[in-house]
């Protein structure tokens, strides 16, 4: 009995719905400052759906995700001021100062790698925000990182979207098993240690 198949099949028909852009927008601003999921669940098939707007979501997804980083960054920023007084009294000051130090000397180059990373985006965005971090730095990089890593996709998507759909549809049943048998393989080692 298919399973994959059909959900792969309505996943295709969502990202084509009229909303789809607003939905994918919402979902790259939220995984820059709280949301785990990210916003490659929803762009990779609605650029699947409709190669010919691939270029036009990955600038939607970008500008989405840097503009929730901006966010992200003003709640690590505000949220650490009202902590500072007590870390300057313990013993993590001095670490937190090596942080710092590091984020004014490489946290372009941080952020612009985080931007392509599988960790959720928002750790390094609150991250930013809580070290003070130079804005334009941090916006310089998050562009580049969060652009580079979205356009990307819209072009390899576009380069083989026909039969990168076709062989997709054909393979997801075993894809969609194997990602269960994986999951369930590293669950249950997880609960055996």
């Known amino acids: 009995m298919p399973i994959f198949g059909p959900l792969y099949d309505r996943a295709l028909r969502w990202a084509t719905h009229r909303h789809a852009p607003a939905y994918l927008a919402s979902l790259s601003f939220a995984e820059s400052t709280v949301f785990p999921v990210p916003p490659d669940v929803m762009l990779v098939p609605m650029i699947l759906a409709r190669p010919e707007r691939g270029w036009r979501l990955a600038a939607l997804t970008t500008a989405a995700s840097v503009l929730g980083g901006l966010v992200g960054y003003l709640i690590g920023y505000f949220a ?79 380069a083989g979207a026909v039969t990168m759909a076709d062989q997709i549809r054909r393979h997801i049943e075993w894809l969609g098993w194997g990602v269960v048998i994986i999951v369930s393989v590293v669950l249950i080692y997880l609960g055996l240690r």
């Open 80 to 158: 650490f001021e009202s902590i500072e007084p007590w870390l300057a009294t313990t013993s993590y000051w001095e670490p937190f100062q090596a942080a710092q130090a590091s984020f004014d000397r490489w946290g372009f180059w941080f952020i612009l790698v985080a931007g392509f990373s599988p960790i959720p985006f928002k750790v390094f965005t609150i991250a930013s925000g809580v070290v003070g971090m130079p804005l334009v730095p941090f916006l310089a990089g998050s562009l580049a990182g969060r652009g580079g890593r979205f356009f990307l996709e819209a072009w390899l998507i576009k």
